[in-house]
């Protein structure tokens, strides 16, 4: 309660409904954005993992992590209603959607859900996407997770590219950083994004989002 009530600083939270098995559903989810709320001024922000994860395919078996991919989990659609009810709470959907898994998976949805996202970042002021682990390569410059590409040109074409923010996700892993950085820029390239659109990705807009 004392950082609630506390002034000139962000208060934020981070949830990740797949790996802890919270679905977007949860009355917990609306505990969290109440408590937020109460919080003086705009600085408020919550980021949710939205989409897959590989721990929801063999690597969480590999390693007898329970996981869920299900639908209550990753259709950012869950969290329609609290974006309507708590316009001054920024809400970061990192990974945007994104697929962690293969086809070949039970939880892989062809990017239904990075559609969604992109379609609340159209609709409502008060939500942003992040292409957070969408440029993860493995060491021979190899995407782990396809459609980055093609993503970041749908967030052009949908006239979103001022909602998105770059980030890595890959702070884990030695010296994967500036490959993920770069190849995320050569993808705004591609995609027909502006010198000023990429300027704002990379640093504006993770600043109006965080309040950096």
Request: aromatic fraction near 10%; proline fraction near 6%.
């Amino acid at each position: 309660m004392s950082y609630i009530k506390k002034e000139g600083c962000v208060l934020g939270a981070k949830l990740a409904p797949p790996n802890t098995c919270l679905p977007l559903t949860s009355p917990i989810i609306g505990d969290v954005l109440e408590r937020l709320n109460e919080h003086d001024g705009n600085n408020k922000v919550i980021a949710i993992h939205i989409g897959t994860t590989l721990m929801c395919g063999p690597m969480g078996k590999q390693f007898g992590v329970k996981c869920l991919c299900s639908d209550e989990y990753i259709d950012p659609r869950h969290l329609e209603k609290h974006v309507k009810a708590y316009p001054d709470i920024t809400f970061a959907f990192l990974h945007s959607g994104h697929e962690f898994l293969s086809p070949e998976e039970d939880c892989y949805y062809d990017f239904k859900y990075a559609d969604e996202c992109i379609a609340m970042a159209q609709e409502y002021p008060n939500v942003y996407l992040s292409l957070s682990a969408i440029f993860a390569q493995d060491p021979d410059g190899t995407l782990k997770y396809p459609g980055g590409f093609e993503l970041v040109k749908k967030m052009k074409q949908e006239g979103i590219a001022h909602k998105v923010f770059w980030a890595s996700d890959q702070s884990f892993v030695k010296e994967s950083i500036r490959p993920a950085l770069i190849m995320g820029i050569k993808a705004m390239i591609d995609a027909g994004f502006t010198q000023e659109e990429r300027t704002w990705s990379l640093n504006g807009c993770t600043r109006k989002v965080f309040r950096f």
